[in-house]
């Protein structure tokens, strides 16, 4: 079959220590230390193997995500960008929902022709952080398009327990648009994980800003508009994302170069502070000195966005303003899935303004191409177009 494969070299830098776990395994916990002179390109790989578990997906819609761009992106050595776990060659591609045409002889809740979201952590269940319910910590983390192969292809096998069944949303968007919208779902459990499993969720009524708004900030977005936010600002360099921003449910965009957005938020709030910031810039250091100076009384900030940053921090706020500050990865258990899932399926978060292009699989390097200009919403792949 067809996929879209990215191929690096392992050249550890000269100052990286590579652990014996690295070595054994040839996964690079670090992949922006390791990974040199990635090439992408759609080519032939080969069909995926169904173990007594699995499902093979016929892959219907798979969108490009940030991550993706930081493996076409390099850094002036040649390194990749993305810093976390991989493993090369493999397909890319984890944001997808697709359809059941073969299922191995030990599945017992799905059947061909079902319609599925896929998690992309592929947590074991077996150590220690899986067994006491923190799946997102999983110690022996496979991750769909990052160490095995992913969506940009026309199928993938997955052990059944990592679908969700999609059947909602399809019945209530129709098919084409359901499968786009079911592809979606990952991004979404990114930042419903981080505002209402880690943070706590917010009250009817909270003041909610969003520092960045790519796929997961205009998540975010949908999500506290839908939770019903009193008031929703969005902070963003690119116009093109704040109009997707306003589009998705935020009152108020700007660009935070062109004001001061804790004395934005400080006036939005009539002096109060807010309630939720979520930090989906991954430029903490910039956003939370903001963000410190505008919490309200029991405030809460989510960190989403990843950084290699260290961050100073006036703690007294903590105490003065009884506020919080969460971290957040991932996206499995705790019910996300199925409640980001219904939400779509009953219409209260509708998050297909953001999907901005689509392209067939063959184009799937000039999707992620278009990416880097980080102007889109979501692009979409359609391997079976
Ligand atoms: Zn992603
Ligand atoms: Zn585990």
Redesign the pocket.
Same mark, same amino acid.
């Given at each position: 079959m067809k996929g879209l494969v990215l191929d690096a070299k392992w050249d550890p830098r000269p100052d990286y220590k590579v652990s014996d776990w690295e070595k054994e395994t040839g996964k690079a916990i670090s992949g922006n230390n390791v990974w040199r002179y990635p090439k992408l390109e759609v080519r032939e790989w080969p069909d995926p193997e169904l173990g007594p578990h699995d499902v093979l997906l016929e892959v219907q819609a798979c969108g490009v995500c940030g991550s993706d761009m930081h493996f076409y992106e390099t850094d002036e050595d040649g390194y990749i960008l993305y810093p976390g776990l991989t493993k090369f060659p493999t397909i890319l591609g984890h944001e997808f929902s697709s359809k059941v045409v073969e299922v191995g002889p030990e599945v017992t809740m799905l059947k061909v022709g079902d319609y599925v979201t896929t998690e992309e952590m592929i947590? %074991?269940?077996? %150590?220690t952080?899986?067994r006491n319910g923190y799946?997102n910590h %999983?110690?022996?983390?496979e991750e769909i398009g990052f160490t095995i192969p992913g969506a940009f292809a026309k199928y993938i096998a997955v052990d059944e327990k990592f679908c969700w069944k999609v059947d909602g949303i399809l019945e209530r968007h129709g098919l084409e648009k359901g499968v786009e919208l079911a592809a979606l779902t990952e991004p979404t459990t990114v930042a419903y994980n981080g505002i209402f499993e880690r943070g706590g969720g917010i009250r009817p009524g909270h003041y909610a800003a969003v520092f960045g708004t790519g796929p997961i900030g205009l998540a975010a977005v949908g999500l506290l508009e839908a939770a019903g936010a009193g008031r929703i600002v969005a902070f963003e360099v690119s116009p093109e994302r704040r109009e997707l921003a306003k589009l998705v449910g935020a009152d108020y965009v700007y660009d935070p170069r062109e004001v001061a957005p804790h004395e934005v938020m400080m006036a939005l709030s009539k002096g109060e502070g807010f309630n939720m910031m979520v930090e989906a810039a991954g430029a903490p250091q910039l956003t939370v000195p903001e963000m410190e100076k505008s919490l309200a009384i029991n405030g809460k900030i989510v960190q989403i966005g990843r950084a290699a940053q260290r961050v100073p921090m006036f703690l007294e706020v903590l105490q003065v303003r009884r506020s919080q500050v969460f971290g957040a990865q991932g996206h499995s258990g705790h019910e996300t899935f199925p409640n980001v899932i219904r939400m779509v399926a009953s219409g209260r978060l509708d998050l297909s303004p953001i999907i901005t292009a689509r392209y067939k699989l063959d184009d799937t390097v000039e999707a992620i191409a278009k990416a880097t200009e980080r102007k889109d919403g979501k692009i979409i792949v359609r391997p079976q177009w």
């Open positions: 947590w %074991c269940g077996r %150590c952080p899986c799946p %999983c110690e022996n983390l």
